[in-house]
């Protein structure tokens, strides 16, 4: 390309970001100084170049989609990106699975579109292989674990985690007609627990685990529950939240023993180095215990696993 053309470039660039109408005429006479004058372009194609740097000063004039603006100023200013990625299991109901439809839904999952939109920012769901949540989140390839979380003292080691948002216990299922009926008697069965889970954990440090025959492990809840209405199991251990609104579907079908294999308390976990995200986090869900929101969810969601 020639010098002259490249300067005329060079220059209707500068006009297109220009805040005046001026530098358009400015422009027009340099560029006819340089390239009309050896006739390199017909005046009409001269015309046709500064309509068009006209318009594209008009189009960077536009101004942006109002709720994006709104939604990124407030995540921008509270230190938070655009969009925030929430890894979870999509086959743990009712805190997440997919519905009839295959549209990802679940108690947690409302929990999180409200703190996202009071927080201004984006919640993107993404369904992960639960067995490898922290490697998932300290890989950078989600930015929350929002799915029924358990707090432990070894996951804090790798992850850091928001207030408890709701407490949970590792009970114990059994078929309607299982002669089962108390945990002491599941010396000499095999017992499932979702690999994973801290129903493992819970089992495992229980001095009744010795006693059991096999623990066995499977890639979710779901898949063990149907195992133990088929026989292959003796009884599941499983969270609370979980247990109940599975058993509520089927009534008549499973039974929930008194005695279970601890307490424990759900977290949502965040990577260590992301402190801002953490507090704001704690902070709205703080506000939507406040307003009562939380609860309006929560009652969505568990209303008719608690009659």
Known sequence: MKANVRVGIRLFADAASSD????????????????????????????????????LWGCSKSAPDAPAAAGSAASAAAGLPAKIVVGLDDNFPPMGFRD?????????????????????????????????????????????????????????????????????QQIVIVTEKSP?????????????????????????????AKDIKELKKFGDNVAALMDLTTGRLDAVVVDEVVGRYYTSKKPGEYRVLADNFGSEDYGVAVRKDDAELLTKLDQTLDAMVADGSAKTIYDKWFAEAKQ
């Open 20 to 55: 005046s109408v001026y530098h358009s005429i400015f422009l027009s006479r340099i560029f006819t100084k340089h390239v009309m004058n050896r006739r390199l372009f017909s005046v009409r194609t001269l015309m046709t170049s500064v309509a068009a740097a006209a318009l």
């Open 180 to 208: 089962i009926q108390a945990k002491a008697e599941l010396a000499g069965k095999v017992v499932g627990v979702q690999d994973g889970s801290t129903a493992v954990e819970a089992v495992q440090k229980d001095p009744l």
């Open 100 to 168: 009839e439809k295959g549209e990802l839904v679940g108690y947690d999952l409302d929990l999180a579109r409200e703190a996202g939109k009071r927080m201004g920012v984006e919640m993107e769901f993404k369904p992960i292989d639960w067995s490898a949540k922290e490697a998932e989140l300290n890989g950078k390839r989600v930015d929350l674990l929002w799915n029924g979380m358990t707090i432990t003292e070894e996951r804090k080691k790798n992850v850091n985690f928001t207030k408890p948002y709701m407490q949970n």
